[in-house]
């Protein structure tokens, strides 16, 4: 299907950026909202897996910019898991727990677009975190 | 389709291919299809990384973990750790070779810090074989909006004023030959790609169309419009045939999104592209020789002018241009002239593509802004010498160029001060000499390598470099005097004077510039018959080992020419004045005392 215009380019280029924007994630390390989920044994037993999806899922549908979901190593809130730990650019960074695919559409839609802390989920708020 | 949450890119470049890359490819997917991953995760083969000497290289996003030095026996713990369980497996990062360090990130290594990437921009992001993905990354924009925004005259203005010179060697502002073939008045006219990539060393080339075949593609239909020609032939070697295919694909894929063809974006330009071989001849690369190779000619190249911008291919109006250059164009036409013209020196703007080889830490492909200096890329982007050794020497400009010594180390590098110091740019292979280097070997090398490549046509490049190549190899043997000397440096200028083309006419470059800045290693072969890097085989002697001698006197029996000496139960000495390297001694000792040469 020939291209016709500078437009048609223009969409295919919006429809493949989705598929190939986690890439980018390198270059703007400053403004880079990082969500990072622990996905140990135990964290994985407990869901981390599909906690992690929903959140690229989401990030993509929505198409939210500078942000990446990076799976990490256990963080040690075994009780807790899956655990997810938010790092917002000028924030201190926030680790929630027992996490499930209704946290994580809060997450996205009230901590990182508005800045409203879940407080049912919170585990602990500092710099000195696991990672 | 479920949006995968990382992606594993692999270098498919040619480097890590040969140690087994596409293998890892394949395992990687069987692995995540046995785990149940391959719906999350995406497996990607890219072009070249550019950190050669670690390969083969897998990166994974969005992470940004940097793996080096990976092998099939790897894969399993790379799934396993990695993308099941989200632990980066240390063993495989990178370890600074200064200071030891484990680096997980690309960006934290000094090989990535101080470079910057254009022409290189895609090259390990994007998989070379699908269109979309460079399309997602800009791809084809800067095509679809001179067509549609721009006029001709425009484009060539736009081209010009970024100061874009040619980066196959020359130097000629690109905008100012673009603007020559555009002038004349012809029914046809030609756009070549020049990627006949022959200096030893030099692979940038290659990496580029490995690894960003659709940036050379749509720099060539915006070079089609600018200048008025319809068609496009990509001169290559047949040595490359990765790059072949990997532009064949693209080539493909291009004419099926309707971006080469008949009225691309709708406009009346039309722009077609077809790819010729070459048998990989050095004087291709010259831009005559190589339009009478396209022809289906010998590959002579013929006297300038008239300039193929007024009578090229099938005499018509025809640009050549380099492989790197083409890479440029995009993001001068997307970023603007000014963008590009403010990196760089005053003279040579944007960044240059440097293959660095020899005796580094890091072997590589290296972009840099132009003005970087050697002592930049060497020491930082290279990481330094080998075995932290002396440095004594760097070439750059293959067979054309010449050596720049220490004292030049801190020269930022352009056209016009690797000019000065008797170096010129060259495509961009450099290739670091050190203690170990001979340097009256080297220039041998080349002239070996340019007597060889003549093509034969004009008498002072057939015959001179030959004679040259002879009186360097008599001096290499010890049988040099000094009259040779002489007779190197007055054959060299008169080669210079009097080839017919470029090539030629720099070929005495390695030997004058040696000559200029090594003459006392001259001197060494010739008046003591001594090659003090040890290099040169017919001149190198036999040692004995003080630490292993134990003066059984074994090894001085049976020297025919009595030239060993040392009392029993002492250590032994060769007195190298009179050793006839015959190595009668070497047999003779039972305690592996008696160093070869």
Not at chain 2, 17 to 32: F, G, H, P, R, Y
Not at chain 2, 124 to 129: F, T, Y
Not at chain 2, 323 to 329: Q, S
Not at chain 2, 440 to 468: H, W
């Amino acid at each position: 299907m020939p291209i016709k215009s500078l437009d048609e380019l223009k969409k295919i280029r919006d429809n493949q950026i989705k598929k190939v924007k986690l890439r980018e994630s390198g270059d703007s390390e400053d403004q880079t909202i990082e969500i990072l989920v622990g996905m140990a044994t135990c964290g994985i037993a407990a869901g981390s897996r599909e906690v992690l999806n929903e959140f690229v899922n989401i990030i993509s549908a929505e198409s939210i910019d500078h942000i990446k979901v990076v799976q990490v190593g256990c963080m040690g809130y075994c009780h807790s898991e899956p655990t997810v730990q938010v790092n917002m650019p000028g924030k201190q960074p926030i680790i929630y727990g027992n996490v499930d695919r209704a946290t994580v559409k809060d997450i996205v839609e009230k901590y990182i677009k508005q800045g409203i802390i879940i407080d049912d989920h919170v585990l602990i708020k500092t710099f000195n975190s696991a990672l | 389709m479920a949006i995968e949450r990382t992606h594993i890119m692999v270098c498919g470049g040619t480097g890590c291919v040969s140690a087994q890359s596409l293998e890892m490819v394949d395992l990687l997917k069987s692995k995540l299809v046995e785990k149940g991953y391959d719906q999350e995760v995406n497996v990607v083969k890219t072009g070249c990384f550019g950190f050669c000497g670690q390969g083969p290289i897998i990166k994974v996003h969005p992470d940004n973990v940097f793996y080096v030095q990976v092998g099939l026996d790897d894969i399993d713990e790379i799934i396993n750790e990695h993308i099941i369980k989200g632990r980066t497996v240390e063993r495989l990062l990178y370890k600074e070779p200064e200071t030891q360090v484990n680096l997980a990130k690309h960006d934290e290594m000094s090989f990535y810090k101080k470079q910057y990437r254009i022409a290189l921009r895609n090259c390990g992001l994007i998989n070379p074989e699908d269109i979309n993905e460079y399309i997602a990354f800009n791809g084809y924009e800067a095509l679809g909006k001179v067509l549609a925004e721009k006029t001709p005259e425009q484009v060539i203005e736009i081209v010009k004023a970024s100061g874009l010179r040619g980066r196959g060697g020359g130097g000629f502002s690109t905008g100012l030959k673009w603007e020559l073939t555009r002038k004349p008045v012809a029914d046809q006219k030609y756009v070549i790609c020049n990627a006949d990539e022959g200096d030893p060393g030099a692979f940038m080339d290659r990496s580029i169309l490995e690894g960003d075949p659709h940036s050379v593609l749509e720099a060539m239909a915006i070079a089609g419009y600018a200048i008025g020609a319809s068609k496009g032939i990509i001169y290559i070697r047949a040595e490359y045939p990765l790059a072949i295919s990997r532009l064949q694909v693209a080539m493909e894929q291009a004419k099926e999104f309707g971006l080469l063809g008949e009225n691309i974006f709708g406009s009346d330009f039309n722009f077609d592209i077809e790819i010729k071989l070459g048998a990989g001849a050095f004087v291709c690369g010259e831009e005559t020789a190589l339009i009478h190779s396209v022809e289906g000619s010998r590959g002579e190249p013929t006297k300038k002018p008239p300039y193929p911008s007024i009578q090229g291919y099938h005499k018509k109006p025809t640009s050549v241009n380099n492989v790197e250059t083409y890479a440029n164009i995009a993001p001068i036409i997307l970023k603007g002239a000014e963008w590009f013209s403010s990196i760089g020196t005053e003279q040579s703007k944007g960044t240059k593509v440097f293959a660095l080889a020899g005796k580094v830490n890091n072997v590589g492909l290296v972009e840099v802004p132009m003005g970087t200096t050697l002592r930049e890329i060497i020491y930082d982007i290279g990481g330094g010498i080998i075995g932290g050794k002396e440095f004594k020497a760097v070439q750059t400009g293959g067979p054309s160029g010449g050596v720049i010594t220490k004292l030049d180390l801190d020269t930022p590098i352009d056209y016009e001060s690797l000019k000065s110091i008797g170096s010129m740019m060259g495509s961009g292979g450099m290739i670091v000499m050190d203690e170990d280097d001979c340097m009256v070997n080297i220039a041998k090398f080349y002239l070996d390598f340019t007597q060889d490549e003549s093509c034969g046509k004009c008498t002072p490049c057939r015959l001179g470099t030959k004679r040259m190549y002879e009186i360097l190899d008599k001096i290499t043997t010890g049988e040099g005097t000094m009259e040779d000397i002489t007779k190197l440096r007055n054959l060299g200028i008169m080669i210079k004077d009097s080839a017919l083309c470029g090539l030629g006419q720099t070929a005495p470059n390695p030997v004058l510039s040696t000559l200029e800045y090594f003459y006392d290693e001259y001197l060494a072969h010739i008046q003591d018959k001594r090659c003090p890097a040890g290099a040169c085989k017919a001149l190198a002697k036999y040692k004995i080992d003080e630490e292993k001698c134990i003066g059984c006197t074994a090894c001085a029996r049976v020297c025919p020419v009595s030239c060993i000496e040392g009392k029993p139960k002492q250590k032994h000495v060769i007195n190298e004045e009179q050793c006839i390297a015959c190595g009668a001694c070497y047999t003779a000792c039972k305690f592996d005392a008696v160093i070869k040469p």
